[in-house]
Every structure is written in structure tokens, then in C-alpha cells.
């Protein structure tokens, strides 16, 4: 599978934490097994961030005015394509939140980023968390994907 993929970083200091080349191969890895039926090279973009630039974004799409740790926009829903690219959509993440929460529970800043972005992505490809239901399967989805990568709690 071809991906590619545009991250944008609006934060300082957090590039000694993440690894962009390592998250490329876990995106690549996550898609081959969870979107096989990509025809076209798959177009993700990301944008790291802090908490007053995704509370704006929060604010403004969703209604919310408190910071998160990640939302997405999946255009592969509204069948939105840019060129010959299979378009799936736009992460932001808040990496002063993702370490927020890593304290928060307990584990490392690593395994939180890794869950918030298996997160981002399983919503680019329709899974959701508004009913219980479904957010059981997303979250069992979520703890099998960080697993099987080595990304457990600690």
C-alpha cells in the first residue's frame, strides 16, 4: 500500500518524543490491515498541535470549548477525493494533552500517543464511539491493534 501522508507540527520540543518514520510504518501497517480495499495510493494528513489550537478546532466543528486529545475529519465518508488519492482524511492531535494523559493513566507518553493516533485513524475508517456498542468494538479494536505493536500499558 502507498501512503501518503502529511504531517504539519505546531509544537516545540515533542520531535524527541515522536519518531515521524516510525509513525509512517505503524500507519502503513494499520492500513494494510485494517483498509485492504485501497485501490489508490491513501492520503492521510496530521497535524500535532497543543491544547489552545485543538480548542479552537474543538470549539468551532464540535461544539466543545475544552481541549482534546484528538479529532478527526473523515472525508473518505463524504467520498471527497484530492487527484488520484484514496483521501481518508485529517488528524489533529494535542500532544500537551497526550502528555496530560499519560500521566493521567498511568503509562508512558509513547503509548498514549500511539493509542490517541490508532484512535484518529480507526475514525478515518468509520468506526465510532456514540453508541456502547459500537464504541466496545472500537475500543477492543484499539487495545488488539496497540497490543500486537507492543504499545500495552504500563
Do not use: W
Not at 508512558?108 to 465510532?128: M, Q
Amino acid at each position: 500500500m502507498e501512503l501518503v501522508l502529511e504531517i504539519g507540527n505546531e509544537t516545540e520540543g515533542y520531535e524527541k518524543k515522536i519518531d515521524i518514520e516510525k509513525v509512517e510504518e505503524y500507519i502503513k501497517m494499520l492500513l494494510v490491515e485494517e483498509y485492504p480495499e485501497a485501490q489508490k495510493p491513501v492520503y492521510v494528513s496530521i497535524l500535532l498541535t497543543n491544547n489552545e489550537n485543538i480548542q479552537i478546532v474543538n470549539r468551532e466543528y464540535r461544539g466543545k470549548d475544552s481541549p482534546t486529545d484528538v479529532i478527526s475529519f473523515a472525508y473518505h465518508e463524504t467520498e471527497f477525493e484530492i487527484g488520484p488519492y484514496d483521501t481518508l482524511g485529517d488528524i489533529i492531535i494535542s500532544l500537551e494533552r497526550v502528555e496530560e494523559q499519560a500521566g493521567d493513566y498511568g503509562h508512558n507518553f509513547k503509548r498514549e500517543f500511539y493509542y490517541v493516533l490508532t484512535h484518529g485513524i480507526l475514525h478515518l475508517l468509520g468506526y465510532d464511539h456514540i453508541e456502547d456498542e459500537d464504541k466496545a468494538v472500537m475500543r477492543k479494536k484499539e487495545e488488539e491493534i496497540l497490543k500486537r505493536c507492543g504499545y500495552t500499558r504500563n
